[in-house]
């Protein structure tokens, strides 16, 4: 079964929790995702 964004490619440069959230809802249906952070500490979430 073929869901709505297959095909479809986002690169974030986002941060917090907005961005994640709203990326994960985009590979949910279907979007390849790239997610790009700090090399050195990544999103700040992760420090949650």
Same mark, same amino acid.
């Given at each position: 079964?073929? *869901?709505? *964004?297959?095909?479809v490619r986002i690169v974030s440069l986002g941060v917090s929790i907005s961005g994640p959230v709203g990326l994960r809802h985009l590979a949910d249906f279907g979007a390849e995702v790239l997610k790009v952070e700090v090399p050195e500490t990544g999103d700040m979430v992760r420090l949650w």
């Open positions: 079964m073929a *869901l709505p *964004l297959d095909g």
